[in-house]
């Protein structure tokens, strides 16, 4: 055998230590790659939970606002009487008060066309 041939080359060796190097990169990119993954796949896996935890917290929060006691109602138009009277007000002037006038108000609409 001849010693040329085994002796590897100046040009051959910085070529494989460039590649190498490159090559060494490139596997720590990917693997800080796959632990962002990783970490992006347990946070999307809680996820599904933390929803079921908010949705049966939001659920009881309304069954306890749903309860309201007679008693507790007493005490409130008791005590906070201005605040009450509002409250009542506004049903009305949203709810039956309003609807009563929006028909009003059409009734007369149709009979102004009506009369032109």
Request: hydrophobic fraction near 40%; proline fraction near 3%; charge should be positive.
């Amino acid at each position: 055998m001849n010693e040329r041939e085994e002796a590897p080359r100046a040009g051959d060796v910085a070529a494989l230590t460039q590649q190498l190097e490159e090559l060494t990169r490139e596997r720590d990119y990917l693997l800080v790659h796959s632990r962002n993954l990783e970490t992006e796949l347990r946070h999307a896996t809680r996820e599904p939970a933390r929803l079921r935890d908010l949705e049966q917290r939001l659920a009881a929060t309304e069954a306890r606002l749903r309860q309201v006691s007679v008693v507790h109602t007493a005490k409130w138009l008791l005590l906070q009487p201005e605040a009450a009277l509002r409250r009542v007000y506004r049903r009305l002037r949203d709810g039956v008060v309003w609807r009563a006038r929006d028909r009003y108000l059409r009734f007369r609409l149709k009979q102004r066309r009506s009369r032109a």
